[in-house]
Structures are given as C-alpha cells and as structure tokens.
C-alpha cells in the first residue's frame, strides 16, 4: 500500500522560509521520480518541482531559483526548500511519484501540507 504523509507546512510572513517534507512507502522510491505539487484554493494542482533517480531537478517557472528539491533514497523522503517565499505561493502542497510517461501523478493523493504566505 502506498504512502504519502506531507508535513512542514505553516503560517510565514512573504520573504521567510519553510522546508517541506514527504515521508513515503510501499513502492520502489529509489527508482522514481518525485514531485511536489501544490493546489491554491479554487485552482488546479500543479507541479512545482521534480526530481528524477539520478537527482536531476526541474522547476516550474514560478518557483525557479526560490524553491530546491532533494531526496534522501535512505529514508524514501523528499523535501521542499522554499525561500523568499510570495503570498502567491499559499496553498495546500503535496508530494507523488511523478510519471515520465503520463507527466502525470501516479498515486493516490496523500492529505497534503498547508503553506500560508502573509503579505
């Protein structure tokens, strides 16, 4: 059975930072690629960071250069390093498994972390 538990979420002022992480199990974590997400309210989920076996990293746009992605194959974890973080950047964040294929999330969502930017 699959597992994603988010956490590392909170309230921070627009400039702060927050680390993210994504506790996972139940599927072969060293050989996939990973991803964050994120969903603001009344908005779409959208991919925001990746990163491949081999610890190759892409960014979406809007978060290029502010957000870093890693992963720990030890402990089947990924983390979020967000910096100088936007009001923009609120919403409820969530990792998966990220299929090159479909360029689609490929399990079940997990409950996701809440990130809350103030201005």
């Known amino acids: 059975q699959v597992r994603l538990v988010e956490s590392g979420g909170g309230l921070v002022q627009a400039g702060g930072s927050l680390r993210l992480s994504c506790a996972t199990s139940?599927?072969?974590?060293?050989?996939?690629?990973i991803g964050w997400y994120r969903q603001a309210p009344g908005k779409q989920r959208d991919l925001v960071a990746r990163?491949?076996?081999?610890?190759?990293?892409n960014y979406a746009d809007s978060v290029k250069g502010r957000f870093t992605i890693s992963r720990d194959d030890g402990k089947n974890m990924v983390s979020l390093q967000m910096n100088s973080l936007k009001p923009e950047d609120t919403a409820m964040y969530y990792c998966?498994?990220?299929?090159?294929?479909?360029?689609?999330?490929?399990?079940?969502w997990g409950k996701g972390t809440l990130v809350t930017v103030s201005s």
């Open positions: 998966n498994v990220y299929s090159e294929s479909r360029a689609t999330a490929l399990y079940s």
């Open positions: 139940g599927f072969a974590f060293s050989l996939r690629t």
């Open positions: 990163i491949n076996n081999g610890g190759s990293t």
